[in-house]
């Protein structure tokens, strides 16, 4: 069992909100933000360059803190690099590969923007082929799919493990099989995957897997990872270099090399005490235990879409039961817009949500630390916006 008392008590902003949106951005717990003062204020009192803040705070910290998200990931510290958010990942490794032009590349429909307009760009520039993915709530049908879409000129797919508009969970494991035994390289956008529940990088079978702090595992903004399978780091070029990356440099010679490991991806100045915040969060999520946050979302988010699927007019466009469905519960209320029921729900009740405008729906984010009362009330504010005020939509 999850004390859930002892866990609100650690994030200050569950008693100022119904906070339904770590599909955003999560809540910071104090642990997190308490590192971030300490740091800053031993920079303040010490000198950024003094050896307990460079050596030990920042080097030594921020080299634990890979340790932490390697673990996290089921992969090696040498074949993780720490970035800012996904978009880096995925950019790090669209820029690394040598494109050609009619090479292909596998999206899904449902990609976030960071996910798809980094492609576009190439497509336009380099001529590389984009086919895409159309996803469904049917696993089996997306394999189908999937399968239809690899040619021998398919270089990689791009896929996200769990779908940002709907929060369907994507068969990754089957697919990454399937993209291997075709020779595909395979990329994850792990967004609303880590913190939801467990992710193991060999397990998985894919070549590259991007996440990022700030959701679900209620890091800062500014913090993101990237696993790299170890025997491709060197076949990676870097999108771009700086003295950190570098193994050694030969002044004289003008001479460098390389990190052999995915450090050798990083950016160099950066903003440090944010990482150490974010070990702290790692921490506070992972001494819960994904697998006990696995079981109460599911559980909660059950009960949540069988409430919300017979209130009139709502529609819900996520898995309504079974392994597929996840924290991420997509639904359409008739009548009203998104903007104005999302508006409604915030000043009226204080609940917080997302929108999704392809489909007029609001988002909810279902956390491990969300209470059974929230999701009673965020379902009383639905249903009195359905009974309630005259329709509010765009036309």
Request: aromatic share 8%; glycine share 8%; hydrophobic share 45%.
């Amino acid at each position: 069992m999850i004390d859930i008392d002892a866990v609100r008590a650690g994030i200050p902003a569950l008693a100022n909100s119904v906070y339904l949106n770590t599909g955003t951005f999560g809540p910071l717990p104090t642990v997190a933000a308490d590192e971030i003062r300490r740091a800053y204020s031993e920079v303040e009192r010490l000198g950024t360059f003094s050896p307990p803040i460079f050596a030990e705070m920042e080097l030594q910290g921020f080299e634990a803190v890979r340790g932490q998200v390697a673990a996290l990931l089921g992969a090696s510290p040498a074949e993780v690099a720490l970035t800012r958010n996904v978009t880096d990942g995925i950019n790090i490794v669209l820029h690394g590969i040598d494109w050609q032009a009619g090479d292909e590349v596998i999206l899904t429909d449902q990609e976030h923007p960071a996910g798809t307009v980094p492609w576009l760009a190439l497509a336009q520039r380099a001529g590389v082929v984009l086919r895409w993915l159309e996803l469904s709530l049917d696993s089996d049908a997306v394999m189908r799919r999937f399968e239809a879409l690899l040619t021998p000129k398919t270089r990689l797919a791009q896929l996200s493990h769990v779908s940002c508009l709907t929060g369907f969970r994507l068969p990754v494991g089957r697919l990454c099989a399937t993209a291997r035994q075709a020779g595909v390289l395979t990329l994850i956008d792990g967004a609303h995957a880590e913190g939801q529940f467990s992710v193991d990088f060999q397990t998985l079978g894919c070549d590259f897997y991007a996440a990022c702090g700030h959701k679900w595992l209620l890091g800062p903004q500014g913090v993101g990872m990237v696993a790299i399978r170890r025997e491709l780091v060197e076949m990676l070029r870097p999108l771009w270099l700086g003295w950190d990356v570098q193994q050694s440099y030969d002044r004289g010679e003008r001479r460098y090399q390389l990190q052999t490991t995915a450090a050798r991806f990083e950016q160099s100045t950066r903003p440090w005490p944010l990482y150490l915040a974010f070990g702290k969060s790692i921490d506070f999520v992972t001494r819960v235990g994904l697998d006990k946050i696995e079981t109460r979302v599911q559980a909660l988010r059950s009960r949540f879409v069988a409430a919300l699927s017979n209130l009139p007019g709502v529609t819900v466009l996520s898995p309504v039961a079974g392994a597929t469905g996840t924290g991420l519960i997509t639904a359409r209320v008739e009548g009203w817009s998104c903007e104005a029921l999302q508006e409604r729900l915030w000043k009226r009740h204080r609940v917080i949500t997302n929108i999704i405008r392809e489909f007029n729906a609001l988002r909810f984010s279902i956390a491990f630390f969300t209470t059974e009362a929230e999701l009673e009330l965020a379902l009383d504010a639905i249903n009195s916006a359905v009974r309630g005020e005259s329709p509010k939509i765009d036309t």
